[in-house]
């Protein structure tokens, strides 16, 4: 199984803050990655997908990169709407597998 | 646009079954596969299985094999999670997602709002 991992766990940041996410894979899985935001008692959104698109309607301030192994989620300048836990899923092969996330909080 | 209500949740006692649907709409169904992810209780989220689009493959995480089945009518734009032999780590908030599609590639892209499965005695 492919186990991915994430980090920081849990960060503290400032409105306008430049904040960046990574997600490491155990095993090579392309770009087959997706970023999700979830916001207390929502679903999960979908940010990010094949590790670097945008999904439609999100805001541009949120960007992906990588390929392979590792992948980071950037938020550009971050906003109040973005206080939220973070997570990446790998669907390259099964079991598809998240990250354990990461708790975005306002310092 | 896209639509997904999950439905079905409740307490039930360990060892009892319970069974999840998903309703889907906006969206050619029959085209999609379609997938349940779970929330525990103030956990991460776990990938539980996934069903092809014409139902004839089916994956499973291993903490569920052999208790869950994931199934679909696709004349019914329904998708469902039959879960039996349930126990109190099955607890959680079981959403369903969809994609990829038969002409569109991406994953996971459209969640339900989730149902919430207590087992509890």
């Known amino acids: 199984d492919i186990q991915m991992t994430q980090s920081p766990s849990s960060l503290s940041a400032s409105v306008g803050d430049r904040v960046t996410i990574t997600c490491r894979a155990s095993?090579?899985?392309?770009?087959?990655l997706g970023w999700y935001q979830q916001k207390p008692g929502k679903a999960p959104k979908r940010l990010i997908y094949?590790?670097?698109s945008l999904q439609s309607g999100v805001p541009s301030r949120f960007s992906g990169s990588g390929s392979g192994t590792e992948f980071t989620l950037t938020i550009s300048s971050l906003q109040p709407e973005d206080f939220a836990t973070y997570y990446c899923?790998?669907?390259?092969?099964?079991?598809?597998?998240f990250g354990p996330g990461t708790k975005v909080d306002i310092k | 646009q896209v639509q997904l209500v999950d439905s079905g949740g409740g307490v039930v006692q360990p060892g009892r079954s319970l069974r999840l649907s998903c309703a889907a709409s906006?969206?050619?169904?029959?085209?999609?596969?379609m997938h349940w992810v779970r929330q525990a209780p103030g956990k991460g989220l776990e990938w539980v299985a996934t069903?092809?689009?014409?139902?004839?493959?089916?994956h499973y995480a291993d903490s569920v094999k052999g208790r869950f089945t994931i199934s679909r009518e696709n004349s019914k734009n329904t998708l469902f999670l039959q879960m039996n032999s349930l126990r109190a780590e099955d607890t959680a908030v079981y959403y369903c997602?969809?994609?990829?599609?038969?002409?569109?590639?991406?994953?996971?892209?459209?969640w339900g709002q989730g149902t919430l499965v207590t087992v509890s005695s």
């Open positions: 997602a969809r994609g990829p599609g038969y002409y569109d590639s991406s994953y996971l892209d459209h």
């Open positions: 906006g969206f050619t169904f029959n085209t999609y596969a």
């Open positions: 069903i092809s689009y014409d139902g004839n493959n089916n």
């Open positions: 095993q090579g899985i392309r770009n087959d």
């Open positions: 094949a590790a670097s």
């Open positions: 899923l790998q669907h390259n092969s099964y079991p598809f597998t």
